[in-house]
């Protein structure tokens, strides 16, 4: 599986012992709002995985995104430090409609881990079936060797210098009043880059937090399925735009880049334009 998986095919796998499973939830505003929802109860087994420490590097003000990706070869070795091998099922959720998880598979699919897949409907649709909690913290495997450098990346990585609005479709994930700049409770620059689309990850889903079907994800992505340029998802700081990555290959669609930056790095530059407004 990999994309995404329902919440009785996981428990199925978690009873034959098949899968790793990682709890993503976070929060922008409280750092440590998701660890203290994992102590308060998780699924069975789960390890929990970090924005801030696991799946960032340290970010560095007004030079890099909030969210900086770490090198590839350091996440490397914290999957191995996991236990994880390529033949790893793995599954990831959160509790913000698959927002942290996706960033966790888009992570994986960068060292080219293609087993790696997102709970759709998450915690809640979890919880919503009656199926087991734990609030016992589970333990790594013992930690693998490496077998990861030598794989391919599945999903492509801009870096800042690498994105140009003329020759690219750019997909803006965040909501429409931040990306017209009329909002920005974050960033302490408003709009968007220039060119940019705007498709907020959260229209992804369904009134149920589910991902809507693969026809009704097609028509959301019609701009980047019917572009003659290569696509590239960005948002705030590189997370969310893994959400608009994952629906648009669960669709069926060409895996769009990621710049990882984002806007938060795109604004460190005050030459680099900014659009306001649709």
Not at 21 to 31: E, G, T, Y
Not at 217 to 245: D, Q
Request: aromatic content about 8%.
């Amino acid at each position: 599986m990999d994309t995404l998986i329902s919440t009785e095919e996981l428990k199925n796998l978690l009873e034959t012992g098949n899968v790793m499973v990682f709890d993503c939830r976070f929060s922008l505003m409280d750092k440590q709002a998701g660890r203290k929802a994992y102590g308060q109860g998780h699924i069975p087994g789960a390890l929990f995985a970090d924005m801030e420490a696991d799946l960032s590097a340290v970010h560095i003000p007004g030079v890099t995104g909030r969210h900086p990706l770490p090198q590839r070869q350091d996440f490397v070795a914290r999957v191995c430090s996991w236990g994880l091998t390529p033949q790893t099922q793995v599954v990831a959720y959160d509790d913000a409609g698959g927002a942290g998880a996706a960033r966790l598979w888009w992570m994986l699919q960068w060292i080219g881990h293609a087993k790696v897949a997102v709970l759709d409907g998450g915690w809640q649709a979890w919880n919503a079936e009656g199926f087991p909690v734990s609030t016992e913290p589970a333990t790594a495997a013992n930690p693998s060797s490496d077998q990861y450098s030598d794989l391919d990346p599945l999903v492509g990585l801009l870096e800042v210098g690498q994105v140009n609005p003329g020759r690219q479709t750019l997909l803006d994930a965040r909501e429409l009043p931040r990306f017209r700049g009329e909002v920005e409770p974050i960033d302490p620059v408003a709009g968007h880059i220039p060119g940019a689309y705007c498709s907020p990850f959260s229209a992804n889903l369904n009134s149920e937090g589910r991902f809507k079907s693969r026809g009704e994800l097609r028509e959301k992505f019609s701009v980047a399925e019917y572009s003659f340029l290569p696509v590239v998802c960005y948002c705030g700081s590189g997370v969310t735009a893994c959400h608009n990555i994952l629906a648009m290959k669960h669709a069926g669609l060409a895996v769009p880049a990621l710049y990882g930056g984002s806007w938060s790095e795109w604004i460190t530059d005050p030459a680099r334009k900014v659009a306001t407004g649709d």
